[in-house]
């Protein structure tokens, strides 16, 4: 995952860090923090449409994974991915997309909510709980998305490395079932409040 696969909100720093790898042994992480130091969401979406030489473009069913981590802190933070988006800008006041969210909520402790998300706003369509051994764990996370009977059919897994694997946390449908079309897209998803290093690796399209 390159820096260059993304597009950037001006006020955001990334970075590169080749210390800390994921279990699992993932490639260097790529480190988003914040420099203007408010709170704000933030959407980041691939500048060309494609990853890796894949085409994530207009994929209305499909499978992603990425690495997620919370290094410091818990207020006002939240880290995750959106598929299906038919409207992204940078800092995702107006996006139409799902989205699957981690916030943390104590030190180890974390709640992963599935939204239907339209012109901004958000409708939770359902969580769930995951615990971690440690405060500073990578948490992994298996999102699927498939379409039946005219429904949109979403599962998310979790995998906090406690030995347990991939633990899921989420099965929903919804018969809204929106952004069905051949442009939409898929991308990484935060909001922070600048105090906070928000670490995001792996992240892989499967269609």
Request: net charge negative; hydrophobic share 30%.
């Amino acid at each position: 995952m390159a820096i260059s696969d993304w597009t950037i909100p001006t006020d955001e720093v990334l970075t590169q860090n080749h210390t800390d790898i994921p279990s699992g042994g993932a490639d260097p992480v790529a480190n988003l923090h914040q420099t203007n130091g408010s709170a704000v969401y933030r959407m980041l979406y691939l500048t060309s449409g494609t990853l890796n030489g894949v085409d994530t473009r207009g994929i209305n069913s499909g499978e992603l994974e990425v690495y997620h981590k919370f290094t410091v802190g818990f207020s006002s933070v939240e880290m995750g991915i959106f598929f299906r988006a038919t409207t992204v800008a940078s800092n995702g006041l107006s996006r139409t997309c799902y989205e699957i969210i981690l916030t943390k909520t104590s030190t180890t402790a974390w709640v992963v909510t599935a939204y239907r998300t339209t012109n901004g706003a958000r409708h939770s369509l359902t969580s769930g709980n995951i615990t971690a051994p440690n405060a500073t764990d990578w948490i992994k996370m298996r999102v699927q998305w498939s379409e039946s009977g005219g429904n949109l059919t979403i599962t998310v897994d979790l995998d906090v490395f406690d030995g347990s694997g991939y633990q899921n946390k989420i099965s929903v449908t919804d018969s809204n079932n929106q952004g069905h079309s051949s442009t939409n897209q898929v991308g990484i998803t935060l909001q922070h409040d600048g105090s906070h290093d928000l670490r995001t690796e792996n992240f892989t399209v499967y269609s």
